[in-house]
Each structure stands twice: as C-alpha cells, then as structure tokens.
C-alpha cells in the first residue's frame, strides 16, 4: 500500500514538474498560444514547445531514469551501496571518450559529429565496465573499489586536461559547457536512441530482478540456485554502460543521480532488496531529473552543480548514517 | 506438513578427482542414499571446499562423475539442479537487503516451485526463523542469518543440501541450532553433506551415518567410512597426516 501511494504521488508530481517545464519559460508565450502550438506545431509556439521544451523534458525524463537504473546495477552487481556511474568512473571513461573525439579529432571521429561522440562515450564507458568486471575479484572491501574509480576519475581527467591544453577555443569552449552537463542539448534523435535502450535495459532488469536478489545472497550461492553468472555479469556491464554512455554524450557527465537515486527510493519505500526497486528506482529517476532541470531553468545555475549540492550532502548522510548502523 | 512429490533418489561420487594441481591424485568415491548424513573432514587446504562445489557442479572435476539417482549433476541444468540441490557457503549474506521472507520466497522461485504463502511459513516455522519474518538479511547475527540461509537451502534443494563450514562464525547455540535444523532435514529424507571442523558439535548432534576424509597426498587420498561419525577416530586419522 505505502509503495502504492509513494508511486502515485511520485507519479503525479513528475507529471506536473513536466507540465510546467513544457508551458513555461523565457519565451513569453500566452496560455492559448502554446495550447494550439502543442497540437498544430505551427509558428514561434510550436518551434519553441516541438524542438526546444519536449525534447528537452523527454530528454531529462529518460536520462534520469537511465542513471537511476544503472546506479542500482551497479550497486547491485558490486554488491556495494555507493557504487553508481560517477562514482566508478564510468561516466569518466565515457567523458574521456567524448573528449578524445571531440577535442583530439580522433580522425573517425571528427567528422560524423553526434555519432562520433556518442561512439566515443560508448567506448569509453565500456572500457571502465569491463575494467571494473576483471578487476572485481582482487578487492576484498568495499572502499577498494571505490578507491579504485576514484583513481580511473583522475587518470581520465589528466587526460583530458591534456586535450583540451591542445584543443582550439571553439572546440574547448564546446567541451566546457557540455561538462556543466545539460538536458538542453537534446535532440529528437537522441531521444528516440536513449528511450529505446532504456528500455531494453529496464525489461532486462525486469526479467532477472530475482537473479539480483540471489546475487546478493552471495555469488556462490547465486550460481547454487541456478543463476547464470557469466550472463548477469556481461548483462550488467553492457546496460550500465550503454546507458552511462548515451546520457553521457547528450547530457555531459551528470553527477549523483545514478548513485542517490537508489537510497532514496529505500528510504522512501522502506525496501532494501534489488529486484523490487527497479520500477520505483526508474520514477524516482525520472522526477528527480526533472526536478533538477527545472531547478537549472529558473536559476541558471549548471546541472551538475544544483546536483552536487544536492547529491554530496546526501552522499555524506549515508555514509554517517551507515557507518553508525551497520559498522561490518 | 505437506508431503513432499519429489522421488527420492541417492548421490554417487564416481572416481572423482578434483580440478586443482595440489590435489591432483587423490580419487573420492562415495555412495549415499536419501536420509544419509555425510561429514567431509580434512586439513585445511584438503580441498573440502573444492570438493562441494565439484558436487553442485560448480566447480568442473578433472576427472570423474558426481551422479544424482539416474542423472549426472554436470548435465543438470542449472534450474533445475537448483531444484534439487542446494549449497549453504561459509559466510552468511552480509548486504542483502531482503527480508527473510523474501529469501524464502527465492528459493521457491529456484526451485521452480509455485510461491505461496503457506510453503513459505512452514518452511521458515520448520526452522524456527517465523519470529523474524519480516526482518532484513543485514539486520540479522550472522547465526541468525546462516540458519536463515539454512532454512532456504531446505525449502529450494529438497533431495541434496551441500553445506560449506555454516557453523564457522557461529558460537555454540548457533550451531546446535543449525546441526538439529540439518538433522530435521536428514529424518525427512534430504541428504546432507557437511564439511566442518567441528568434530565435536558435529558428532554430539548424532545426526551423522557416513563420513568422508580427505588426506591429499598421502598416497590414499581419501577415505569413505560408513556407518556413523567415530570422532575420536576422526581425530587420530587427521593428526597422523603429515603434511
């Protein structure tokens, strides 16, 4: 029942945060103008609702859901609560990957524009999975691992420190502003291509959302009762990082949401397994995105920052809060 | 209590030698029936791990069968093994969120059995774990917690529960509880294959019929005895290893 009501009223605000991102900003446009816009898509309104605001709020809608679902992959595959996409070092690979084609010319790259990016964050992103994947296995805590994205964070960031000293002014600039990371530069294509995976990627969670709950009795006893771990692992892998990547391209390397969204959703719903968190986890996404998007539009502060000021604090709480409860 | 469909039917181990270089050489054969106890003792590193997880075929074995009534288990599928066999590990889940009724609930979807409420409450009133029905796995002791895992190895691999040390982090009501939960299991017919250190709580818990030591190395290999657990003999034959 609880989940039930928290669904609805999640549900019912993300309707409104869309509602009002998509009938209101700069432009001026009256009640009446934007009705008729939003059905004939003609004139200033239509331009304004069709190519500015919709793909926008679509855009923010999907990649919200799609960090929030690869944040709880994650966690659940490495069995660890504060994994997620930024922390892990996946969004830096795929960061490195955009930067390499964007500001170091891969020469593939250069010339297929969006695609080149979007190949490129994908490359980088899988990169950091798979790395992440063979390496699992040496850690004996938790921290290690974190420690060890945090380490993939730095390299990845001297590298691209490294290209933009060499890039021109207008390509830096570019780079620049994309890593404030941003809902607005979306496009229709990309919309369809984000939407698309995210959900191929949430029907697969779906199917195997009792394969995560007996992966985290234990990978040992996950395979006793019949799981397919090779399956899961390379599942996992290639949705977190498409889904990283594809966000990554569009968006820039957005912060916390992949990571918070999660504990959220367990602090709301009182639920701590991983199987039974997937559909609230991908809502709780979605309204958080555009929460922070409409945060971003009538404040003008940066996505990434309205973010980490929200997100860090969070971080930090569950930190405190679990090293108190749970000190094993 | 429900009786229970499944046709009961023993496990063979056939000329199995297991799949690491140390332990290259040393030939396990055993032959149970249902309701049988079986204890694997051996040094460390004797390779009792390894050999459990060749049993539920999650190891693959250098050479030779593991062999459940007419099927062998490395040709099971993985479904429907988990059907029949279940595995308890040495350390209990630490980081599941679930609660213990949920994991009951898993085992019934492992097993492929229909989940319903009344087989989740006998299975954990069986075990004694109905109190902490709804709470969380990462809230539990871990004595609390393995005999939860316990509870769901019985519910999900009703003719074969391999057992891995449970009763290693365990203090003694832990693994009292844990050995007469195993001996309710072998009176309904399960067979059990424990591998402990505990000579002494495993032999006083008077559950055992058969057990199985493994001496990599000293030219036999292993040695199957049947026909209860003689712990003093137990001791001697583990101390004249040199190893």
Redesign the interface.
């Known amino acids: 029942m609880r989940k039930r009501t928290i669904s609805a009223v999640l549900g019912v605000l993300g309707a409104m945060l869309f509602a009002v991102g998509l009938f209101s900003g700069p432009a001026g446009l009256s009640p009446d103008e934007q009705w008729t816009a939003l059905f004939d898509r003609q004139g200033v309104a239509g331009t304004i609702l069709w190519d500015l605001r919709l793909p926008r709020l679509c855009m923010a809608v999907l990649s919200g859901g799609a960090l929030a679902l690869a944040g709880l992959l994650m966690q659940t595959y490495f ?3 504060l994994a997620g996409p930024s922390v892990l070092g996946v969004t830096s690979g795929a960061t490195l990957g955009v930067a390499l084609v964007s500001l170091g010319g891969v020469a593939m790259g250069a010339g297929l524009g969006v695609v080149g990016t979007v190949a490129g964050a994908l490359v980088g992103s899988w990169a950091v999975m798979l790395l992440l994947g063979a390496v699992i296995g040496w850690f004996r805590s938790r921290s290690a691992l974190l420690i060890f994205g945090l380490m993939i964070g730095y390299l990845t960031g001297a590298l691209v420190t490294v290209l933009q000293a060499g890039a021109e002014a207008g390509a830096l600039q570019a780079f620049v502003v994309w890593g404030m990371g941003s809902f607005g530069h979306a496009s229709w294509s990309g919309v369809l291509v984000l939407a698309a995976v995210l959900l191929i990627a949430a029907l697969w969670s779906i199917r195997h959302r ?1 394969d995560f ?2 992966w ?3 990978s ?2 996950a ?6 771990e090779r399956g899961l692992t390379y599942g996992i892998l290639a949705m977190t990082g498409a889904l990283a990547a594809l966000v990554t391209a569009w968006c820039g390397p957005v912060a916390f949401l992949g990571l918070a969204t999660p504990h959220l959703v ?1 602090i709301l719903y009182r ?4 199987g039974s968190l997937i559909a609230p986890v991908l809502l709780m996404g979605m309204v958080l995105a555009l929460f922070a998007d409409w945060t971003v539009r009538f404040t003008a502060i940066p996505l990434n920052a309205v973010l980490s000021m929200v997100g860090a604090p969070v971080v930090l709480w569950l930190l405190l809060r679990r090293s108190e409860s ?1 000190a ?1 | 209590m429900k009786t229970e469909p499944t046709s009961r039917e023993g496990l063979t181990l056939h000329h199995l030698e297991l799949a690491r270089p140390d332990l290259k050489g040393m030939r396990i054969n055993a032959a149970l029936s249902p309701g049988d106890f079986l204890v694997v003792v051996g040094r460390n590193g004797a390779g009792k791990s390894t050999l459990l997880q060749t049993i539920m075929s999650l190891l693959p074995p250098a050479q030779g069968e593991v062999w459940l009534g007419e099927d062998q288990v490395a040709e099971l599928r993985p479904r429907d093994r988990a059907a029949r066999m279940s595995l308890v590990t040495s350390t209990p889940p630490r980081h599941a969120g679930i609660t213990v009724r949920a994991t009951m609930e898993l085992a019934l979807r492992a097993a492929g059995l229909p989940v319903d409420r009344s087989s989740v409450e006998d299975g954990m009133k069986r075990a004694g774990i109905a109190v902490w029905a709804d709470r969380r796995l990462d809230h539990l002791s871990d004595g609390m917690a393995q005999r939860v895992m316990v509870a769901r190895a019985a519910l999900q691999g009703r003719e074969v529960m391999v057992l891995d040390e449970p009763t290693a982090f365990l203090d003694v009501v832990g693994k009292e509880d844990i050995l007469s939960q195993l001996h309710h299991c072998r009176t309904s017919g399960t067979i059990v294959v424990l591998a402990s250190h505990d000579l002494d709580a495993v032999a006083a818990s008077g559950a055992v019929t058969h057990w199985l030591h493994l001496h990599p190395g000293s030219g036999l290999g292993s040695t199957f005895h049947e026909g209860g657990f003689a712990v003093q003999e137990a001791r001697e034959a583990l101390r004249r290893e040199h190893r």
């Not at chain 1, 395979?223 to 397919?228: A, D, E, F, I, T």
């Not at chain 1, 639920?271 to 991983?274: D, I, K, L, S, V």
């Open positions: 069995k660890n609560p009792h709950d007996m985290m009795l234990g040992l006893t395979r006793s009762m019949g799981v397919n367990r639920q701590h397994g991983a749970t094993r």
